[in-house]
């Protein structure tokens, strides 16, 4: 390797390393921030906090990386431009082309250490912070409770409540409860004014004591299926033991893994097309049901099986009135029928449609998102000489508006494809698409020492224009 090879990364791994780390922290520390509330003051370990700050670096590796390397190449070749150095080497006969080589090598290297982390590493912090959030919630119960709205994580029960307090937020107020665990619907409703989670760790067991509330309960008769007298009752205090098994202790490594976050491009792949079947298959049975409803061919039925040959081309002008009439109404109960089945299977139909969009864009994600590093360098390089400034200053301004247009485009165009306005493909690459013509532009005018707008193409017509006004009025 020549010295002026070595020279040149020196001076981009400095910063880069700087810069990564920077963003990192940055990256982690907003993680951390965000489930502050579900982590302050709930006595929860200093082993919890760190598995989650390194599984969550680990996933914010491949954000931090792009934005490393953009900032560190716009100050990399800020310096080199600020101190002369670019024209120095070009004065030797050095062409930049020559001299970012390096760096290029070092990007598509990079390219692939991000690409190996989406593949292999980002989908195991996943997978791990995952179980490391169900372990939190088999410990803490209390945890898996959402005030304001009816909580349906435990089987057979559906929990509501106005307000937790207490030091570890174990204390109710106001509590709503649905038992649903006997499967035959909502018939056990209990209220009371105040509740008490109280779990031990390890238990498959939470007791729900409440007080001062009120109990119903309705009967009914499943061999003659009448309503038989409810039970109702006032109590002091009553204590419901809740089966919290389902916030199973481990999961095993080897277990079926449903979100598409936890798996790998391999995996992913083999996914997709079971999903594509199983969705064309719930479109062909949607398709079928409505065919059948619809019974077009018996809409009418002939009186006999001798059909006169001499028919309207207008098919209701072949009966009359009575017989029209009683193929319009049958035609719109039919149509209104297969209207509520559309209306009813809506939800349906977008909810798998979105599951199977969100498998698809992640896989090209995984690609499009890896090759970030390569295209935004190409962005920050021309950039930073064409500006010829250094440092953390105007870098850092530069840096951060183009990959937060960058991102932006990113989750604009996977919005869409998850909407199915674009496909899973487009969606994952608008923002490969937009940002290579802006780098082949501003490489483009770096290699030939152009600013990055030549404001006198703009301003000389003007200019001209002014003048030749002027000299005609001299005349």
């Known amino acids: 390797m020549k010295i002026l090879d070595k020279y040149i990364l020196k001076s981009f791994i400095r910063p880069f390393v700087a810069t990564f ?7 982690v520390m907003q993680a951390l921030w965000l489930a502050f509330d579900d982590i302050a003051g709930k006595g929860i370990g200093l082993i919890f906090i760190f598995k989650f700050l390194f599984y969550t670096s680990l996933i914010v590796t491949p954000q931090a990386l792009p934005i490393g390397v953009l900032l560190s190449s716009i100050m990399a070749l800020g310096n080199f431009s600020e101190s002369y150095e670019f024209a120095a080497a070009k004065s030797a006969g050095v062409s930049l082309q020559r001299l970012v080589r390096p760096l290029i090598i070092l990007t598509i290297f990079m390219s692939g250490i991000n690409f190996l982390f989406l593949n292999n590493v980002y989908p ?33 029960y559906h929990i509501k409540f106005d307000e937790k307090y207490g030091e570890e937020e174990n204390l109710l107020k106001k509590v709503l409860i649905l038992d649903l665990s006997e499967g035959k619907g909502n018939k056990k409703i209990i209220t009371a004014k105040h509740g008490k989670i109280i779990s031990e760790e390890g238990s498959r067991y939470m007791t729900l004591v409440l007080f001062n509330g009120h109990f119903f309960e309705d009967h009914i008769s499943y061999k003659t299926r009448k309503n038989m007298p409810s039970s109702t ?9 809740i089966d919290i098994s389902s916030f199973s202790n481990e999961i095993p490594d080897d277990g079926n893994i449903t979100s598409y976050h936890m798996l790998s491009l391999k995996q992913l792949k083999d996914t997709i097309p079971n999903l594509k079947i ?11 049901s409505l065919f059948n409803n619809a019974e077009g061919n018996k809409l009418y039925q002939y009186p006999d099986s001798l059909i006169n040959k001499k028919i309207d081309t207008i098919t209701l002008e072949n009966f009359n009135d009575r017989s029209e009439l009683s193929i319009i109404r049958s035609s719109i109960m039919k149509a209104e029928k297969a209207l509520s089945i559309i209306k009813n299977k809506k939800g349906t139909l977008k909810l798998k449609r979105k599951i199977l969009n969100l498998y698809e864009i992640e896989f090209y994600n995984r690609v499009a ?45 996977r919005n869409l494809a998850e909407e199915s306005s674009l496909t899973a493909a487009l969606g994952s690459w608008v923002a490969a698409i937009i940002m290579i013509p802006i780098g082949f532009f501003l490489t483009r005018r770096a290699t030939k020492d152009m600013g990055m707008f030549n404001i006198d193409v703009f301003l000389q017509p ?11 009025k001299d005349q």
Not at 21 to 27: C, G, T
Not at 140 to 146: D, F, Q, T
Not at 278 to 288: Q, W
């Open 369 to 413: 998102f890896s090759l970030s590093c390569l295209i935004l360098f190409f962005i920050g390089a021309p950039l930073g000489s064409i500006i010829r400034k250094g440092g953390f200053g105007l870098p850092m301004i530069l840096a951060i508006s183009i990959y937060v247009l960058y991102f932006f485009t990113n989750t604009f165009g």
């Open 462 to 472: 003007i200019t001209n224009f002014f003048k030749k006004l002027k000299s005609k």
């Open 233 to 241: 009752a006032d109590f002091d205090e009553y204590s419901l033991n």
């Open 21 to 27: 780390l920077i963003v990192l922290f940055v990256l």
């Open 278 to 288: 199983y969705y064309d298959d719930f479109i062909d049975g949607r398709a079928k």
């Open 124 to 156: 195991y912090a996943m997978f791990k912070q995952k179980n490391l959030y169900i372990n939190i919630k088999k410990q803490k119960p209390a945890l898996a409770l959402i005030p304001g709205s009816f909580n349906t994580e435990i089987p057979g």
